[in-house]
């Protein structure tokens, strides 16, 4: 563990894989949206297995969160349509986003240790910000945030994407969760899962950052890296008394 002399004054929280299961919201949310356009496509005098288009679904789903950075669900659906050469419009589509997203956020619930940290943390006399980008549909996102039980304990939140011009890695957001909790982004640590959106952005406005450990994930090259949330307390705690 690197020690370092700056002040610690804030943490900002990455939401989904780092406070939310979301992964498995995230596979049913898919599962949901390739019933629903096997429906549609029945209706219009198309046959395919929702099990097949749900294996599209998945390898769009990694191209997009992946390598492009495209949130916008309606662009993944009209992804699939034109992949399977179905080019004629389709009124229901953002019908199925507000269905995957609906399924998606009631399938993602807290990890076990999410709120005890977070509250351990603001306990140490930290203030709490939350970086998020943008899910594609405007105001899912904060409506997303909205539902997560312990919400409040959040002085700072920033929708990527939304609140700035660019989703993660673009450094706006860490400069602007920063600002709305009045403190300098060198004071804070920012913690995320996903080394390509969450070391980036907020190293280059001075933020320290750490990666949590989640199945399948890269650590990536953070400041920190921890094995899960529970961690964190212990490691700041540390950074504080290496200070004296
Ligand atoms: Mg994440």
């Known amino acids: 563990m690197k020690p370092d002399s700056r002040a610690l004054r804030a943490i900002v929280f990455d939401l989904d894989n780092t406070l939310l ?95 005890q940290t977070v509250r351990r943390i603001k306990q140490m006399g930290l203030k709490i910000g939350m970086v998020s980008d943008f899910d594609g549909t405007p105001g899912m996102k904060r409506k997303r945030i909205r539902d997560v039980r312990f919400h409040r304990l959040f002085e700072a939140i920033v929708v990527s994407g939304e609140d700035t011009p660019r989703v993660k890695p673009g450094h706006e957001s860490f400069r602007l969760v920063a600002k709305k909790l009045r403190v300098q982004p060198r004071s804070c640590i920012y913690v995320g899962d996903n080394p390509r959106t969450d070391i980036a952005g907020a190293e280059a406005v001075g933020m320290r950052t750490v990666i949590v450990r989640r199945k399948n994930n890269q650590f990536g090259n953070p400041t920190y890296r921890i094995p899960r949330l529970r961690a964190l307390p212990p490691l700041v705690r540390s950074m504080r008394q290496f200070r004296g």
Do not use: C
Request: net charge positive.
């Open 21 to 115: 299961r979301s992964r498995i919201g995230a596979r049913q949310g898919l599962l949901v949206a390739a019933k629903l356009i096997a429906t549609e496509l029945k209706k219009n005098g198309y046959s395919y297995s929702y099990l097949n288009l749900f294996k599209r679904l998945q390898h769009i789903d990694r191209e997009m969160l992946g390598r492009k950075f495209l949130y916008n669900r309606d662009v993944w659906w009209k992804t699939l349509l034109h992949e399977l050469g179905i080019e004629t419009h389709f009124p229901w589509i953002h019908r199925i986003t507000l269905r995957y997203w609906h399924t998606y956020q009631s399938d993602s619930p807290p990890f076990r240790d999410a709120e």
